[in-house]
């Protein structure tokens, strides 16, 4: 009887040990952090699965025939890729008219903005006067400005007065003109070069022309990269301006030119579409995966800084 | 009169030469803003009191242009309600959801950069071929979307509650919806934000809280939420700005007509169709000065409101 209660008291001890022990690990630190990246990561790595996923199906409806397209249930790997549909797609409308338009404004405007803002950006870091700072809360407050207010009279004098209509000159010359947001990137970079060097140098004798010129800009070459990337890549996605400006087919970029294959109606050549699209994401999508970091940097400095 | 002389080109020979190198390097973006910016502003504002085709000479209406917005204009109150409603819905969502996953993606989790990459390529893509891609998926009859709700709730799915997918761009009540659905595929790009603003909070003010017995919601609550306040306030203004412009994919995927039965005549679109499609543009103008008013009028609110809520930490030393 004594072996019975002994044996009984030692397993309750045992028992409640147990739970006294899962209780306590359940309500330690280390192990609720644990658990929280465990589901954090879970939950984020099927939302990149889905974040993933319409890109995904752009290729593959890129490679169907066109009534695979229409298929239900829809496959998800076509059986017999067409990847002709490439091609067809692409000389169906003159897409190497297209990406040589794209090609050139995009690259005439980067070349604008590079080299007014390097400069413009320059005098808002380096150089002081009273009305400095009031100046540059008014760049800051053209990023805010609806462009609305100011396309319409811009066409009249693009289009009206300079003559400028069906061409890539209204888009190319205000880039040369400065950016608002390019000139506030680099102006926080800039600020980031030791005043010491422009000090060095003025003692020298340099103006500030000669100290940007030749100590800043060498200085400020991948924040330059980046800034130009992004130039780039955002006249590149430029929709709004091209389709104010640019009238005749053959002098269309790509968004313009892509534009031009939808209807609103049904008979749309979806595979075409996507197919096309695809080659008119691919340029930006593989400098990002290059750039990433100068990429990500420079949006951090806006949001975090800004 | 000389005071605000001097304060633009002040006395003193080396301040002097310091101002004028100023003005030299900042004379493209002077000139740009006079030519451009100020020029075009002010020129819009009055252009907005005439009747202005740009083919015929303008004729003055003084004030016409509004009266007739507000009194005759159906479509300019339905345009500010769709464009409303769309940034009443997207703004919060879009933010909700981005902060959401910079939390998740900041809890330690493996492999960040990549996971980074991944939900940051959507942003990169651009405005045409989105617009496309998603009225293929959002397709009401062919659409890969409709299918999957179909398999998974649809009358025959997994779980037969009968849902069919609506008819999307083609659904009144489900055209706004859609294009939020849409703008949240760029969730990445404010999550970048909010995850750099997260890592930049001092892991003592967690330990701290963790000390005075804080869960992680608490935690989530009164540490991390008052320390990324003015990033968050950063990305609510420049939501809603960027919000009320929204005009590729409206232009895309309504086919420039803002329909069906205008419930995507985005503001912005209305104003492209009045300018450049039927040469109003004067009544274009006018209404381009009413957006700037409310976006002026919502900025200034929500920084009023922001003051109560936004943290901003003292600048060291006291």
């Known amino acids: ?306 | 009169m000389s005071a605000l002389w001097t304060w633009i080109i002040p006395r003193g020979k080396v301040a002097r030469r310091e101002a004028l190198w100023l003005y030299f390097f900042i004379s493209p973006w002077l000139l740009g803003l006079i030519f451009f910016t100020v020029g075009p502003i002010i020129a819009s504002l009055v252009l907005s009191t005439f009747r202005y085709s740009i083919r015929a000479a303008p004729e003055f209406v003084g004030l016409g242009n509004y009266t007739r917005l507000f009194s005759v204009d159906k479509i300019f109150w339905k345009s500010l309600q769709v464009s409303a409603y769309y940034t009443f819905l997207s703004v919060p969502v879009g933010i909700a959801a981005s902060l959401g996953l910079a939390v998740l993606l900041n809890q330690k989790v493996p492999a960040l950069s990549v996971f980074r990459t991944i939900y940051y390529l959507p942003s990169v893509i651009s405005g045409v071929p989105v617009a496309l891609l998603w009225s293929w998926i959002l397709n009401p009859r062919f659409g890969v979307l409709n299918y999957i709700i179909g398999v998974l709730v649809g009358p025959r799915g997994l779980i037969p509650l009968g849902i069919q997918g609506p008819l999307w761009f083609f659904d009144q009540k489900w055209v706004i919806p859609s294009f939020v659905l849409m703008s949240l595929w760029g969730l990445g790009g404010p999550m970048i934000i909010y995850l750099a603003a997260l890592q930049g909070v001092p892991t003592a003010l967690y330990d701290a809280a963790t000390i005075d017995g804080a869960n992680a919601l608490q935690r989530f609550r009164n540490v991390t939420l008052p320390m990324i306040s003015p990033v968050i306030l950063f990305t609510f203004i420049t939501g809603v700005i960027g919000s009320f412009q929204v005009f590729t994919p409206a232009y895309i995927i309504s086919g420039g007509r803002g329909g069906p039965n205008y419930a995507s005549m985005f503001y912005v679109l209305y104003i492209f169709l009045s300018a450049f499609r039927r040469y109003r543009m004067g009544y274009a103008s006018a209404m381009a000065w009413i957006l700037f008013w409310i976006i002026l009028a919502l900025t200034l609110l929500s920084l009023r409101a922001a003051r109560r809520v936004v943290y901003y930490e003292a600048p060291e030393g006291g």
């Open chain 1, 1 to 306: 009887m004594a072996e019975l209660t002994k044996r009984a008291a030692i397993w309750r001890v045992t028992v409640d040990s147990f739970w006294e022990r899962t209780r306590r690990l359940l309500s330690s630190h280390s192990f609720r952090q644990r658990m929280l990246t465990t589901i954090s990561t879970i939950i984020v790595s099927v939302g990149s699965l889905v974040i993933l996923f319409p890109v995904a199906w752009m290729v593959s409806t890129s490679l169907k025939t066109k009534f695979g397209v229409y298929k239900m249930p829809p496959q998800w790997i076509p059986p017999q890729p067409q990847w002709h549909n490439y091609v067809d797609a692409l000389t169906f409308n003159p897409f190497h008219v297209f990406i040589r338009n794209t090609i050139f404004f995009a690259g005439s405007a980067m070349i604008g903005e590079l080299i007014s803002c390097s400069f413009i950006a320059y005098g808002f870091a380096r150089l002081r006067a009273p009305i400095r700072d009031l100046l540059f809360v008014i760049v800051l407050a053209t990023m805010m400005l609806p462009s609305q207010v100011t396309i319409i009279p811009q066409y009249i004098l693009f289009v009206k007065y300079l003559r400028w209509g069906d061409s890539y000159k209204p888009l190319i010359v205000p880039a040369f003109f400065g950016s608002a947001y390019v000139i506030f990137l680099l102006r926080q970079f800039y600020m980031t070069l030791p005043r010491e060097m422009d000090e060095s140098a003025k003692i020298d004798g340099c103006n500030p022309f000669g100290i940007w010129w030749r100590i800043i800009l060498p200085l400020s070459k991948p924040a330059l990269g980046a800034v130009s990337i992004m130039a780039f890549m955002w006249h590149w996605n430029w929709f709004m301006g091209p389709l104010l400006y640019i009238d005749s087919n053959e002098k269309f970029p790509l968004s313009l030119g892509l534009s031009m294959f939808r209807a609103p109606f049904a008979g749309t050549p979806f595979h075409w579409l996507m197919a096309a699209s695809l080659v008119t994401v691919l340029p930006c999508v593989i400098i990002f995966f290059f750039t990433q970091r100068y990429f990500i940097q420079g949006i951090v400095i806006t949001g975090v800084k800004g």
